[in-house]
């Protein structure tokens, strides 16, 4: 049973525009969510964080929104630049510091 | 401040063989994730280490094992390799903090099994 889904396996977007990446999760104990940024053959960087008290949380060109009557977060990247090109992950936590991934999404960021 | 780094950056192996994966966290982590990234798949979790003791392991054989020195570094066995066990293996390390969750990652040991 998948707690975290990313149900968009890739997603391609205009240099310059908005990318909006979805994560849904169903366990309601989750309190803390991550996305992260991963090349091929390298280690997933972290990006950004938000914690289940925040509804938002900006970092430069990145915000990741919660919404925790849904179940989603999403990231949004403006502008959408070539080196975005990547396997974004969320990932969640329950206060017991294991995270739990989603599967991915391809982000491909055409020029 | 150095990152977490893995040993070796590739290993090739057969099957039947035994492979061991190191792993050095960032100075002051004491947790050690190991993930299995097998091609086109997600992150799969293999086990978690802190303070020394195995806290959690996924579901995987009991031929994935590893443990944790009191430095903290971590080494990863996987004994009677199979086909299947070729993957990108990644080791992430996090501080003790209760106000953090995040893991920062390895770059990982690429695995192939012939």
């Known amino acids: 049973d998948q707690q975290v889904k990313q149900n968009s396996p890739s997603l391609s977007v205009q240099e310059g525009r908005i990318s909006i990446l979805n994560c849904d999760y169903t366990?309601?104990?989750?309190?803390?969510f991550l996305w992260y940024k991963k090349y091929p053959a390298e280690g997933p960087t972290f990006l950004i964080s938000?914690?289940?008290i925040k509804d938002k949380n900006e970092d430069g060109r990145f915000t990741v929104f919660l919404n925790k009557s849904a179940k989603h977060l999403s990231l949004h990247i403006v502008p959408s630049q070539p080196g975005d090109s990547a396997v974004y992950f969320c990932?969640?936590?329950?206060?017991?510091?294991?995270?739990?991934w989603g599967a991915g999404t391809k982000l491909i960021i055409k020029p | 401040e150095a990152g977490v780094t893995q040993s070796p950056t590739h290993l090739i192996k057969t099957r039947g063989q035994q492979a061991t994966l190191r792993c050095s966290p960032i100075?002051?982590?004491?947790?050690v994730y190991w993930y299995q990234q097998a091609l086109g798949l997600g992150l799969q979790f293999l086990l978690w280490?802190?303070?020394?003791?195995?806290?959690n392991r996924g579901n995987f054989p009991p031929r994935f094992s590893g443990r944790q020195f009191p430095n903290y570094s971590s080494e990863l066995n996987v004994n009677a390799l199979e086909l299947e066990d070729s993957a990108l293996y990644l080791c992430?390390?996090?501080?003790?903090?209760?106000?953090?969750?995040?893991?920062?990652f390895g770059p990982g040991t690429r695995l192939t099994v012939l």
């Open positions: 990932a969640a936590s329950e206060s017991n510091y294991q995270l739990i």
């Open positions: 366990n309601s104990m989750f309190d803390y």
């Open positions: 938000i914690s289940s």
């Open positions: 100075s002051g982590h004491t947790s």
């Open positions: 280490y802190d303070e020394g003791e195995e806290r």
């Open positions: 992430a390390s996090r501080m003790e903090s209760p106000s953090t969750d995040t893991q920062y």
